[in-house]
Every structure is written in C-alpha cells, then in structure tokens.
C-alpha cells in the first residue's frame, strides 16, 4: 500500500505543480508577495494532499523562536519534503537553489515567480557575491531566505562540511539567523519514489546574533546544533543506526502534531 499511495500522490501532486507552474508565469506582472502568496498555495495544497494520501504529517517544537523580521534560515536537507514544509511553518521567504532547476518545465517556472536566489553549481566568489547582493535585496524588501549549507541533499546518516555562505549573508544584511533541524529523511528520503507514513519532527532552534560573531564562528555553531538535534531526532527509530529509511510507519508518542494546512 505505499507504493500505492506514494504513485497517486505523485500523481495528483504532478497536475498541481502544471496548474501552479503556468499560474507563475501569468503572475510575473504582478507583486513579488503576491505571487509568492498565490503560488505557494501549490505547497500547502502538496502537504495537505501529503497527510491524507500517504499519512504523513508533521510536528514544529520552538515556535516561539521564530523573530518577528526577516531572517537567514539554516537548516538539514534531507529531501524534497522541507522545502514544501517550511514554506508553510515559517514567513514568506526565498531559496538559494540551482539555477538549472528553474528551466524544469512547469516546476521550474513555479519557483521562477517566487524570486529564488539561482545561482550557478560551482560558481565560487561569484556565486557568494550573488548571495550576498540578492539575498541583502530580499532581505530588506521583507522575504526570508531558506539556505541549506550542506549544498545539496544528503542522507540520515552522511555528514558534509557546512558552507560559509549563509553566515555571510546574514552578517551582510545584519539580520539574525534561525536554525532549524528536522528528520524528513526517515519518512520521504532523497532519490526514493517511497513516502513513508508517520510524522516529522521539526525543530527550531535558537536565533544567533551575527554581529558579535564571524561569519565562520556562526557556520560552526549552526553545523554543531544542526547535527547534534537532528541525530537526536533519529532515536527510537528502530534500524534508523543502519539504514537511511525508516519504513515502518512508526510515530513517536509526543504531544502537539501539526497538521499539514488545507489552503
């Protein structure tokens, strides 16, 4: 019955992002927060879908970590799944994403309406001097930016040195950063058609203040936080030592589990 659920929700789930994909581009005209509004709406619609087709849902600890203004976010990238998710958890913000992804037909013109930080795979000083002036820009006009500093997606149990990139920003625009950690990995695993049912733990951490920290300190800070909850969200899972998925469908006893939102 996984396989099952997991190809309609893909299913369903394809036809909204054609739907939301060419509503992006009719948008272009319009407001960035407008069509950020309108076109996120694809991402609260894919985790409610998630919930009721596959069982999946989600819970957030330290919400009352979250700063009123806008914010660098830091955070694991295990899958597909916190992209969606944080687009729902926390305030409008932008990603910084490859820049191939935006000539994906249909999805790629989707994330172009919602003005991405793109840059080039190994773009070096260029690439950061990018970051820094465009994510300064989103910034001051009152987006986020969502940056994983790993670089690219990595299993539950693979560890990559954190890149510098998003401690920089934050020290360029003078704005704080949130940390956040999660273990989307055990239920919806990169490079797997497979969602597996449960709920994700997310967990918001505490705020740094980059201005009497280096930009190297604030990155070993995150990494070490970062790491060290999101292992811990591995516990209790049986076989979760050994294997990247968890797939048994099992859900933690704890209180408060967040329902995935319907609009």
Same mark, same amino acid.
């Given at each position: 019955?996984?396989w099952? @659920?997991?190809?309609?929700?893909?299913l369903?789930a394809?036809?909204?992002v054609?739907f939301?994909?060419? +509503? $992006?581009?009719? =948008?272009r005209? &319009?407001?960035?927060? =407008?069509?950020?509004?309108?076109?996120? #709406?694809? *991402?609260h619609?894919?985790l %409610?879908?998630?919930?009721?087709?596959? !069982?999946l @849902?989600? @819970?957030? *600890?330290?919400?009352?970590?979250?700063?009123k203004g806008?914010?660098?976010?830091?955070?694991?990238h295990?899958?597909?799944?916190?992209?969606?998710? &944080?687009?729902?958890?926390?305030?409008?913000?932008?990603?910084?994403?490859?820049?191939?992804? +935006?000539?994906?037909p249909? /999805?790629g013109?989707? =994330?172009?309406?919602l003005?991405?930080?793109?840059?080039r795979l190994?773009?070096g000083?260029?690439? =950061?001097?990018?970051?820094?002036?465009?994510? *300064?820009? #989103?910034? #001051?006009?009152? &987006?986020?930016?969502?940056? /994983?500093?790993?670089g690219?997606?990595?299993?539950l149990l693979?560890?990559?040195?954190?890149?510098?990139?998003?401690?920089? +920003?934050?020290?360029?625009a003078r704005?704080?950063?949130?940390?956040?950690?999660?273990?989307?990995? +055990? &239920? %919806?695993?990169?490079r797997?058609l497979?969602?597996?049912?449960?709920?994700?733990?997310?967990?918001?951490?505490? *705020?740094l203040?980059?201005? !009497?920290?280096?930009? #190297?300190?604030?990155?070993?800070?995150?990494?070490e936080w970062?790491?060290?909850?999101?292992?811990?969200?591995?516990?209790?899972?049986?076989?979760?030592?050994?294997?990247?998925l968890? $797939?048994?469908?099992?859900t933690?006893e704890k209180?408060?589990?967040?329902?995935?939102?319907?609009?």
């Amino acid at each position: 019955m996984i396989w099952v @659920r997991s190809i309609v929700f893909y299913l369903a789930a394809a036809l909204v992002v054609v739907f939301f994909g060419l +509503l $992006g581009v009719f =948008l272009r005209p &319009f407001s960035a927060f =407008l069509r950020h509004y309108l076109v996120t #709406r694809w *991402t609260h619609f894919t985790l %409610w879908w998630l919930e009721k087709c596959c !069982d999946l @849902r989600y @819970r957030v *600890t330290g919400r009352e970590n979250i700063p009123k203004g806008p914010a660098v976010i830091l955070a694991n990238h295990q899958s597909a799944w916190e992209t969606l998710a &944080f687009q729902a958890i926390f305030p409008p913000h932008v990603w910084v994403l490859k820049r191939n992804l +935006l000539w994906v037909p249909f /999805f790629g013109w989707g =994330l172009a309406a919602l003005s991405p930080i793109a840059i080039r795979l190994n773009g070096g000083s260029r690439a =950061l001097r990018q970051v820094l002036t465009q994510g *300064t820009e #989103r910034l #001051r006009r009152g &987006f986020w930016v969502l940056i /994983f500093p790993e670089g690219r997606r990595v299993s539950l149990l693979e560890t990559r040195d954190y890149a510098g990139g998003g401690a920089a +920003l934050a020290k360029h625009a003078r704005c704080p950063v949130v940390l956040v950690a999660h273990n989307a990995g +055990l &239920f %919806w695993a990169r490079r797997s058609l497979l969602k597996h049912p449960g709920v994700i733990d997310v967990v918001i951490g505490p *705020t740094l203040d980059p201005q !009497d920290k280096s930009a #190297r300190q604030i990155t070993e800070i995150a990494q070490e936080w970062i790491v060290k909850t999101s292992k811990s969200l591995l516990s209790g899972y049986p076989g979760s030592e050994q294997a990247p998925l968890l $797939g048994n469908g099992r859900t933690p006893e704890k209180e408060n589990v967040s329902q995935a939102p319907a609009d």
